[in-house]
T-cell receptor
Framework: DAGVTQSPTHLIKTRGQHVTLRCSPI?????VSWYQQVLGQGPQFIFQ???????GRGNFPDRFSARQFPNYSSELNVNALLLGDSALYLC??????????????FGSGTRLTVV | AQRVTQPEKLLSVFKGAPVELKCNYS??????LFWYVQYSRQRLQLLLR??SRESIKGFTADLNKGETSFHLKKPFAQEEDSAMYYC????????FGTGTRLKVLA
């Protein structure tokens, strides 16, 4: 089992551009969550998807969007990038929403730098 | 408002000394609390969950609803315990604290 895989690992974008980050959950996991981790802070919740439907959204602007595909992989899209979007973006997978007993399995993240 | 507070950014202890990483939370319902750990160059991974009352790598954490705390403890620190530790509150989503970096000195 490859675990949660994220791509790309690193990315440099210019202000105003658009970016797409990708995540493949652990086989058998149907829920994917996205977190943003700014340097020196804990991860902040952005989205959760389960069975291709949005189940939760954090306090992020509409420039952030996501979707989940039939194979349960997911994309996070960020439009009109700002310098403040520079962060490590983490994907976490679980068998279903609210799988608090087993916790979530995190990927290694995508490091986004906006210049 | 739901919140997790980890008051220490850095905690340095000597090998063999006891360790306590503090976590306080704010939540109106019955909390579900976790400790996650991130070793150098590794991904964030689950260490403990309060619901299972387990001991992992010698670490334990007790939920104290009266003090709204979920402190992480280990009686004898090891050098390999050096890592970033995050306390998290949550159900379908996590609210993470800002983390505490634990350095265990030889």
């Amino acid at each position: 089992d490859a675990g949660v895989t994220q791509s790309p690992t690193h990315l440099i974008k210019t202000r105003g551009q658009h970016v797409t980050l990708r995540c493949s959950p652990i086989s058998g996991h149907k829920s994917v969550s996205w977190y943003q981790q700014v340097l020196g802070q804990g991860p902040q919740f952005i989205f959760q998807y389960y069975e291709k439907e949005e189940r939760g959204r954090g306090n992020f602007p509409d420039r952030f969007s996501a979707r989940q595909f039939p194979n349960y992989s997911s994309e996070l899209n960020v439009n009109a990038l700002l310098l403040g979007d520079s962060a490590l973006y983490l994907c976490a997978s679980s068998q279903g929403p609210g799988q608090t007993f087993y916790g979530y399995t995190f990927g290694s993240g995508t490091r986004l730098t906006v210049v | 408002a739901q919140r997790v507070t980890q008051p220490e950014k850095l905690l340095s202890v000597f090998k063999g000394a006891p360790v306590e990483l503090k976590c306080n939370y704010s939540y109106s319902g019955s909390p579900e609390l976790f400790w996650y750990v991130q070793y150098s160059r590794q991904r964030l991974q689950l260490l403990l969950r309060h619901i299972s009352r387990e001991s992992i790598k010698g670490f334990t954490a007790d939920l104290n609803k009266g003090e709204t705390s979920f402190h992480l403890k280990k009686p004898f620190a090891q050098e390999e315990d050096s890592a970033m530790y995050y306390c998290a509150l949550g159900t379908y989503k996590y609210i993470f604290g800002t983390g505490t970096r634990l350095k265990v000195l030889a």
